[in-house]
């Protein structure tokens, strides 16, 4: 089964099988609205029918953090694929999210998750009521119009969602339950009553109750739990509207408390949840664990949390009633409770509710040294978007006295690429009083800046390397030479990198720096990769991937680094789980290098399944993300598996779309590739893109294509990118083999092999040369090619030919394209070009651009001789 059953907690209250009848009616509407005020019963009801329904049911109470576009659709995301396996989680990009991606496209991105469910799905929003976003409400309007037959949602709310339902109201989509079908029976009273103890009631008085509640289920049961303590009398001056009931309850039910007990109460209502352990802590007492399983089973608006037994909440409305008390009874106690709650979720480490209650004492300077620490520790470990949540809306008065506060946001801006306002408040630190500020702290802040802002384009100052001396602190020194590694790595210089990178890495243990530490580790995995020795670091990537915790952004690094090494190994399903698991998390505060990497090889890997439009889709979105920046040499890797992907697709279209996107043209004409030149990856990765869209021409752009491959080779000769040129050398490879002969096919490529090794034949060679795969196949079919079983085992699927086909095939020689294969072979089976266009669903025009191609690559001028150059040669044996 597709579901997981739900974990539903025990259900108190009356069972109401009339309203679950009406709620069961949710399967013939696309939403069912039920909306009332607090108190009506809303949730109770969505629990009893959460316990009895047999469908697949996602349950997801909203929050007042939740009214935000990331923590809302991450939230509902994760609710989803809890319940629901096949759900494609990949649709929420936090990275599109914070782009501001159109409430329409991604409404179109959550519909095409919800497709993959066959089965009924009901999705339910608890307390809407706190979803106020425009982007939000926009992206659920947008998202009711092509809801799919089999997924409903359920929405319960105190108010009206705030978008419009009229459309849904006409086409007879919405289901709508209000507080009039949620009152209370005089039958229902009665057995409410029986369920918290009380004696049976008249009829006259549960009439009476009625009149003057209205069946409004809090107050009902408010008047029953008086009732019990106070007799008949406990309606004389009952009012029966809401604000004066929830008094009511206050000065009947809780005076009657002991003091002790009514003191504990009100305190508890300072905390958003708590348990035994938060309450003995606050109010220094012991035993609250107790009181409070016994105030829950009293049912006295005491709430269990689900899925954190011994955790509880208050009813809102009761929570309102007690802080006001609170604020009126022990207002000179307020800061030492608010203080000790703090003090309690700091030392757990939960520096948001740690902070939130620091806030509200009266000494505003504890708040600001907690935030000063709670900083560092953010930083630390990479949450930069903490950072910002809490120091964007600081006033520059409160920033500019406080200069530790601002080093961390210059930081976090810096790492969220958010340039021009890192530059504002660097200005604004250099500015202020600094005597706080190491002067090595700025000028790594300085230089950090401009490495990240402007990529391989950066210049180093020659102060760069006073940072590194041992009279600064080790975090200053540690942080320094992971940057250095960095802009090491962009230059291409990789052994440096990887000693700079190594002896951060240690430094940033020591310091406690768990984030850069993880990123010195990508850098060390990148550069290995980009050196040819993809095997050396595998072993210490995989232990230091089992090792992070995935709610950790530290992770992310680590993770990259893994999805790396899980592809070079073609372990394809293993690095396309791994990316999709990385795309939930990925955000703006993400390393760039692992947001290309992850991006760039989810599209491969999702395009070689077939899916094209979601590749595409992911390198659009990259695109996008990259303009945040001069990321030349991303949007070279972009423009590469652009090209690589519209020709293997057979998109000649695209292809020239793309080519004029890049300016390949111009440049070409320019004379870009004619002469070399030191190493420049964006440089390089363009000329691939070049090469890519020359072969797609046929025989007039072979030629062209040759003379760029051979330029590049040149220029990576003389660098430490042997991956690189592996890859150049592989597409050379493909190129010459059409006018090979089998020897010359295998000599050639024993070369290559002997030079770089065959372990670093690894899959990006084979994805970034297409054919060489076919080449490999064919050498190997002959047995002619010797291949290692162990890497057989790795790449078994490039040494497996299709039955009657010939070593001299072009599919076998690498000269054709994928879809140029699969028309070739329709041609050698007689099918006309028309038939060739039904079968493979290419438009008619296309199919003869496509076997214009194929002639040309083959020498040809029609499809006798096309079929006639395939026959099969001499053996060589």
């Known amino acids: 089964m597709n579901r997981a059953l739900p974990l539903v907690p025990p259900v108190n ?4 099988p009339c309203l679950l009848n009406l709620l069961s009616r949710s399967s013939s509407y696309a939403l069912t609205l039920l909306m009332a005020p607090a108190g009506s019963g809303k949730s109770t009801l969505l629990q009893h029918w959460r316990a009895a329904i047999q469908d697949t049911l996602v349950y997801c109470p909203l929050h007042v953090r939740d009214n935000e576009p990331m923590q809302f659709f991450r939230r509902l995301t994760e609710c989803i694929r809890e319940q629901v396996e096949v759900f494609d989680s990949a649709w ?42 425009e982007r939000i409400l926009e992206v659920m309007s947008a998202l009711l119009e092509q809801l799919p037959q089999n997924v409903h949602l359920v929405i319960a709310s105190r108010n009206h969602p705030g978008f419009s339902l009229s459309r849904l109201k006409l086409e007879n989509r919405l289901l709508s339950i209000d507080q009039h079908d949620l009152r209370l029976s005089a039958e229902q009273v009665q057995l409410l009553n029986a369920d918290l ?34 007799g008949a009398r406990a309606l004389q001056r009952f009012d029966g509207n809401q604000p004066e009931i929830v008094d009511y309850f206050g000065h009947v039910v809780l005076r009657q408390l002991p003091a002790e007990l009514r003191e504990f109460l009100l305190c508890c209502a300072l905390l958003e949840r708590f348990d035994g352990a938060l309450c003995d802590h606050v109010m220094q007492r012991k035993g609250s664990a107790r009181l409070l399983e016994d105030f829950a089973e009293r049912q006295l608006f005491l709430l269990p949390i689900e899925n954190q ?58 708040f600001l040294e907690l935030l000063e620490y709670s900083c560092a520790d953010w930083v630390r470990c990479g949450r930069f978007a903490d950072i910002l949540r809490w120091l964007e809306s600081m006033s520059d008065e409160v920033l500019s006295t406080h200069p530790r506060l601002v080093v961390w946001l210059v930081a976090a801006l810096t790492m969220s690429r958010r340039f021009h306002q890192a530059h504002y408040y660097l200005e604004l630190l250099e500015a202020s009083d600094v005597a706080a500020v190491e002067p090595a702290t700025l000028r790594f802040l300085s230089l950090t800046l401009g490495l990240f802002e402007h990529d391989k384009d950066f210049v180093t100052p020659a102060q760069w390397c006073d940072s590194l001396n041992t009279t600064h602190s080790l975090e200053v020194r540690a942080c320094t030479l992971a940057a250095l590694a960095y802009q090491h790595l962009l230059a ?47 072993k210490e990537v995989s232990n230091d991937f089992l090792r992070s915790d995935p ?7 680590r993770a990259t680094a893994m999805v790396v090494t899980l592809y070079e190994q073609n372990r394809m399903d293993e690095a396309q789980d791994l990316c999709e698991r990385l795309m939930e998390v990925i955000n703006s505060s993400s390393a760039t290098e692992a947001i290309a990497t992850v991006y760039i090889t989810l599209s491969r890997l999702v395009h070689r399944r077939g899916h094209s439009n979601r590749a595409s889709r992911l390198l659009d979105q990259l695109s996008c993300i990259l303009q945040l920046g001069n990321y030349s040499r991303f949007v070279s890797q972009v423009g590469q598996e652009g090209m690589c992907q519209a020709w293997l697709s057979g998109k000649p279209a695209l292809l020239e779309v793309l080519a004029q996107r890049f300016d390949l043209p111009a440049r070409l004409q320019k004379g870009e590739w004619e002469s070399t030149r030191e190493y420049d990856e964006s440089w390089e990765r363009s000329g691939l893109a070049c090469v890519y869209w020359l072969r797609s021409r046929g025989a007039p752009g072979q030629a062209q294509a040759e003379r ?20 150049i050398e592989a597409n050379q490879l493909v190129l010459a083999a059409a006018n090979q002969t089998q020897e010359q096919q295998l000599a050639a490529l024993l070369r290559v092999i002997e030079r770089f090794g065959i372990t670093n034949m690894s899959r990006s060679v084979f994805d970034e040369a297409p054919g060489l795969g076919a080449l490999v196949q064919g050498l190997a079919k002959t047995g002619v090619l010797v291949v290692p079983e162990r890497y057989r085992e790795h790449y078994g699927e490039f040494f497996e030919v299709e039955q009657g086909v010939s070593a001299s095939h072009p599919i076998a020689c690498g000269v054709l394209t994928g879809k140029e294969i699969e028309i070739f072979e329709c041609l050698l089976n007689g099918l006309s070009n ?3 266009s039904d079968k493979t669903g290419i438009a008619l025009s296309t199919t003869k651009w496509h076997l214009k191609n194929i002639y040309s690559k083959l020498n040809v001028s029609s499809r006798t001789e096309a079929i006639l150059s395939v026959r099969p040669r001499t053996s060589i044996n």
């Open 13 to 16: 209250g009356v069972l109401r």
């Open 92 to 133: 929420f990009n936090p990275l599109a999210v914070e782009s501001n991606l159109s409430a329409h496209v991604m409404a179109e991105l959550l519909i095409d998750a919800l497709g993959s469910v066959e089965h009924r799905l009901y999705v339910v929003l608890d307390d809407f009521q706190w979803i106020k976003d």
């Open 197 to 230: 103890g009380g004696a049976p009631l008249s009829l006259e008085y549960i009439d009476s109750l009625l009149s003057m509640t209205e069946g409004w289920v809090a107050g009902v049961k408010i008047a029953l739990l008086a009732y019990a303590r106070s």
């Open 309 to 366: 037994p011994g955790w509880f909440r208050f009813h809102a409305l009761l929570q309102d009633f007690l802080c006001r008390r609170l604020w009126v009874e022990h207002y000179t106690q307020l800061d030492e409770l608010n203080r000790r709650a703090a003090d309690y979720y700091l030392s757990h480490g939960e520096f948001e509710l740690a902070l939130s209650h620091a806030r509200r004492c009266s000494d505003q300077s504890a």
């Open 492 to 538: 291409a210089r990789l052994q440096e990198a990887i000693r700079c990178a190594s002896e951060a890495k240690q430094m940033l243990r020591q310091c406690g720096y768990s984030f850069l530490e993880s990123y010195t580790d990508l850098i060390i995995a990148l550069c290995h990769r980009n050196a040819g020795r993809a095997a050396f670091a595998r």
């Open 551 to 557: 709610a950790e952004p530290e992770w992310v690094n």
């Open 708 to 727: 760029i491959l051979k330029v590049l080779a040149a220029s990576l000769k003389r660098s430490e990118m042997q991956a690189r040129l592996l890859v």
């Open 834 to 836: 028309t038939q060739i």
